[in-house]
């Protein structure tokens, strides 16, 4: 189908809707009765059709369909229906093609370190300037404001916390205005001033090397950081 193209009633809502009506949540449900469903044919083609759209069903509509590749006790042929999501008849507008999956937010998320790219604050960590507010990390499009007729990649995405992310912005109250500001930055060392130069020009915190190092660290557990601490003390007393 060209691009842009709408598809009035195609198999994917097709899909949906036969499960929500004539699915129990734990049911077992065989590619044939799947197939069936949306009136296809026997095939392998029709195999890899029907598997792509139960990928989007997964992606982007929110079911959960573990089939034999997720869960061992099921035949190669079987799927189980774990957890409904959006179907047409749901009262709900269909999620957009361009949200992010969970497993993309989790690669983002995983090559970002765990940090907000524009101001550096990592998740679980508390704001400097508001105790008790912890981080909340979004994902971020790396060219604001582009809505796109596809799914979305990795590549386009970006790890902001809440606070820095442009759509989720505006719901916060305005944190601190440019005369505020300027007196503090006024107050830092050249080094310091010319490090957050760098910063606002890129539009991102660019890690240092301790910056790296520590991300790691954190992920440690919990007996490697105390032993970490320990290799630290000595070297940093
Ligand atoms: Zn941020």
């Not at 981080?135 to 604001?144: E, F, I, K, Y």
Request: hydrophobic share 35%; proline share 6%.
């Amino acid at each position: 189908m060209a691009p842009g193209t709408k598809q009035p009633f195609g198999d994917e809502q097709k899909l949906a809707a036969w499960l929500a009506f004539n699915c129990e949540l734990g049911d077992v449900i065989t590619m044939r009765q799947l197939r069936a469903a949306i009136g296809g044919e026997d095939g392998p083609n029709e195999a890899e059709h029907l598997n792509r759209r139960l990928r989007m069903l997964r992606q982007r509509d929110g079911w959960q369909i573990p089939s034999a590749r997720d869960d061992a006790s099921l035949g190669h042929d079987e799927y189980r229906l774990d957890a409904k999501g959006w179907y047409p008849g749901s009262g709900k507008a269909r999620p957009r093609l361009d949200t992010p999956s969970d497993s993309v937010r989790r690669q983002v998320f995983e090559r970002d370190g765990r940090a907000c790219v524009v101001c550096g604050v990592a998740a679980g960590e508390m704001y400097d300037d508001r105790p008790g507010r912890r981080v909340r990390l979004t994902l971020g499009h790396r060219v604001p404001g582009k809505r796109l007729d596809r799914e979305v990649s990795v590549n386009e995405l970006q790890t902001e916390c809440a606070r820095c992310n442009e759509t989720v912005r505006d719901e916060l109250p305005d944190p601190v205005t440019l005369p505020e500001l300027l007196p503090r930055i006024r107050k830092l060392p050249r080094a310091d001033k010319r490090t957050l130069l760098e910063w606002v020009r890129a539009g991102e915190r660019t890690k240092s090397k301790v910056d790296l190092l520590y991300v790691e660290i954190r992920r440690l557990s919990a007996a490697e950081r105390s032993l970490m601490i320990e290799n630290l003390e000595k070297g940093a007393g």
